[in-house]
């Protein structure tokens, strides 16, 4: 079966992976758009305006989503050219060779994962809001924190909906995206007039917190917050739109999630003196229900929230299980992975391993939030180094590929994108703003990179080049 063509032609009915192209313009669009906004908003806002203040946080989402929006230039242009599913997993392989492709692979595995089993960890956070009586059954203490049997069981359950939805086909799970994203921008409607008319600029204060050192702290959580938008091209092999639109796609939903962190920002400020807002559990839930004078409207908020995570959760599953089935099909994974659901179109035996993962998340507790925060920024940063440089490589080597959404200053770009990421990923070394916490960060970092070398070292070297995907598949065959 054939699957989209490289001059921008009309999309066919299947792809060559075996998915059913179902996804229009408006699936696309919610689907990366939900993946970026998810939970972090409501859970994180408080935290980032205590570090950096309203302007300096502000600051930090628009740099942000500049390196974003760069980075994700270069993706539109890929996945224009290679609108198949995998994304990175394709472009990596083409332009550097197996082992490249794997490492790039593997990193980004370990940061969607890490969206995934947060979300997992961040629904019964969020329950607790609406019912604060929820803790009951204690089961252990993880890093301090008390983990109980009812707040796990609420995690496992979403995980196990979440699972059983993208389990059964990608349709399903795009309508409900869509549902949940139009119900999250009416929230954001609601949050946006309630500043206008019961917010006070006097709560700006302080604007920029901690100088430089703190937008920096913001700064680098950016990377996990605007993740979402390369789910786009990991299901490209499912999208029925020509190759120039879904690059377009990827950049409009960036800069829609560029728009929405920064409206949070300032809206949240607005609501609350900044120490209620640094003291708050949501500190978002209560500027709604401050800026409304109803405790009703931090409900509505927060049933927002919930919204937001299960369209993250959602977008990811669909991520990372297209990422791991291509990983699989070309022989970089055990062929397991790889089976497309002969009734349902999906990659059911990827999409049971992340719901097991996701499963398993709330039993580490509420300090599981942090920990996936600052392991999987960094790992997603890795990739998109690897992906801008893949971009550059290809400019080089390939300049005849046909690339129906092409970059102008493609050059400029590039180099840009690929430095900016490398600047980021400095700052998650030691004694730098975003240093990994020992040791539970490092050791979610440091076994996820012990598994990845093992995996690697298995793979025969392929050099990049248009048929690298048929030399890795031929050179594994019978080792998987």
Same mark, same amino acid.
């Given at each position: 079966?054939?699957?989209?063509?490289?001059?921008?032609?009309?999309?066919?009915?299947?792809?060559?992976?075996?998915?059913?192209?179902?996804?229009?313009r408006?699936? %696309?669009?919610?689907?990366?758009?939900?993946?970026?906004?998810?939970?972090?908003?409501?859970?994180?806002?408080?935290?980032?305006?205590?570090?950096? #203040?309203?302007?300096?946080?502000?600051?930090?989402?628009?740099?942000?989503?500049?390196?974003?929006?760069?980075?994700?230039?270069?993706?539109?242009?890929?996945?224009?050219?290679?609108?198949?599913?995998?994304?990175?997993?394709?472009?990596?392989?083409?332009?550097?060779?197996?082992?490249?492709?794997?490492?790039?692979?593997?990193a980004?595995?370990? #940061?969607?994962?890490?969206?995934?089993?947060?979300?997992?960890?961040?629904? =019964?956070?969020?329950?607790?809001?609406?019912?604060?009586?929820? =803790?009951?059954?204690?089961?252990?203490?993880?890093?301090?924190?008390?983990?109980?049997?009812?707040?796990?069981?609420?995690?496992?359950v979403?995980?196990?909906?979440?699972?059983?939805?993208?389990?059964?086909?990608?349709?399903?799970?795009?309508?409900?995206?869509?549902?949940?994203?139009?119900?999250?921008?009416?929230? !954001?409607?609601?949050?946006?007039?309630?500043?206008?008319?019961? !917010? @006070?600029?006097?709560?700006? @204060?302080? +604007?920029?917190t901690?100088?430089?050192?703190g937008?920096?702290?913001?700064?680098?959580?950016?990377?996990?917050?605007?993740?979402?938008?390369?789910?786009? =091209?990991?299901?490209?092999?499912?999208?029925? +739109?020509?190759?120039?639109?879904? !690059?377009?796609?990827?950049?409009?939903?960036?800069?829609?999630?560029? %728009?929405w962190?920064?409206?949070?920002?300032?809206?949240?400020?607005?609501?609350?003196?900044?120490? @209620?807002?640094?003291?708050?559990?949501?500190?978002?839930?209560?500027?709604?229900?401050?800026?409304w004078?109803?405790?009703?409207?931090?409900?509505?908020?927060?049933?927002?929230?919930?919204?937001?995570?299960?369209?993250?959760?959602n977008?990811?599953?669909?991520?990372?299980?297209?990422?791991?089935?291509?990983?699989?099909?070309?022989?970089?994974?055990?062929?397991?992975?790889?089976?497309?659901?002969?009734?349902?179109?999906? =990659?059911?035996?990827?999409?049971?391993?992340?719901?097991?993962?996701?499963?398993?998340?709330?039993?580490?507790? /509420?300090?599981?939030?942090?920990?996936?925060v600052?392991?999987?920024?960094?790992?997603?940063?890795?990739?998109?180094?690897?992906?801008?440089?893949?971009?550059?490589?290809?400019?080089?080597?390939?300049?005849?590929?046909? /690339?129906?959404?092409?970059?102008?200053?493609?050059?400029?770009? #590039?180099?840009?994108?690929?430095?900016?990421?490398?600047?980021?990923?400095?700052?998650? +070394?030691?004694?730098?703003?975003?240093?990994?916490?020992?040791?539970?960060?490092?050791?979610?970092?440091?076994?996820?990179?012990?598994?990845?070398?093992?995996?690697?070292?298995?793979?025969?070297?392929?050099? #990049?080049?248009?048929?690298?995907?048929?030399?890795?598949?031929?050179?594994?065959?019978?080792?998987?």
């Open positions: 079966m054939t699957g989209d063509t490289g001059n921008g032609g009309e999309a066919h009915a299947s792809s060559a992976e075996g998915f059913i192209r179902v996804l229009g408006a699936d %696309v669009l919610v689907i990366a758009f939900g993946a970026m906004i998810g939970f972090g908003w409501i859970v994180l806002t408080g935290e980032f305006l205590g570090d950096a #203040g309203s302007l300096g946080s502000v600051l930090a989402f628009a740099f942000g989503g500049i390196v974003v929006g760069l980075v994700g230039l270069t993706y539109a242009e890929l996945v224009s050219a290679m609108p198949a599913a995998g994304g990175e997993h394709n472009y990596v392989l083409r332009g550097l060779g197996a082992r490249p492709a794997f490492a790039t692979s593997w980004l595995v370990l #940061g969607y994962v890490s969206v995934v089993a947060f979300e997992a960890v961040a629904l =019964p956070q969020t329950v607790l809001y609406l019912a604060p009586e929820l =803790p009951a059954g204690r089961m252990w203490s993880i890093a301090g924190y008390e983990v109980y049997a009812t707040w796990v069981a609420v995690g496992v979403g995980a196990i909906a979440m699972t059983v939805l993208n389990y059964v086909g990608v349709r399903p799970a795009a309508v409900f995206q869509t549902i949940a994203v139009l119900f999250l921008a009416a929230v !954001g409607v609601l949050l946006t007039v309630g500043a206008f008319t019961g !917010g @006070e600029s006097g709560h700006l @204060e302080p +604007l920029i901690d100088g430089l050192g937008v920096l702290t913001v700064l680098v959580a950016t990377p996990f917050l605007f993740v979402g938008f390369d789910v786009i =091209p990991q299901s490209a092999g499912e999208i029925k +739109l020509a190759p120039r639109k879904i !690059g377009r796609l990827l950049v409009i939903s960036v800069l829609l999630a560029t %728009v962190y920064i409206m949070i920002m300032l809206t949240v400020s607005s609501g609350l003196p900044r120490g @209620e807002v640094t003291n708050s559990e949501l500190s978002t839930a209560d500027a709604m229900a401050a800026l004078n109803s405790p009703t409207m931090g409900t509505i908020l927060v049933v927002g929230g919930i919204a937001g995570i299960l369209t993250s959760w977008g990811f599953m669909i991520g990372a299980s297209r990422l791991i089935f291509a990983m699989a099909s070309s022989g970089m994974l055990p062929r397991w992975f790889a089976r497309v659901h002969p009734r349902f179109g999906t =990659p059911s035996n990827a999409v049971l391993f992340i719901g097991v993962l996701s499963v398993c998340a709330p039993l580490f507790g /509420r300090e599981m939030l942090v920990w996936l600052d392991a999987g920024s960094l790992s997603i940063v890795v990739a998109y180094l690897m992906v801008a440089l893949t971009f550059l490589v290809l400019r080089r080597r390939a300049p005849e590929m046909p /690339r129906p959404f092409r970059v102008g200053p493609g050059r400029t770009v #590039g180099v840009l994108a690929l430095v900016l990421s490398l600047g980021m990923a400095v700052l998650f +070394l030691p004694g730098l703003p975003a240093e990994l916490v020992w040791p539970y960060e490092w050791i979610i970092v440091g076994l996820w990179l012990i598994a990845g070398l093992v995996l690697v070292f298995r793979l025969p070297r392929v050099p #990049g080049g248009p048929d690298a995907e048929e030399q890795l598949v031929s050179a594994t065959r019978g080792k998987r």
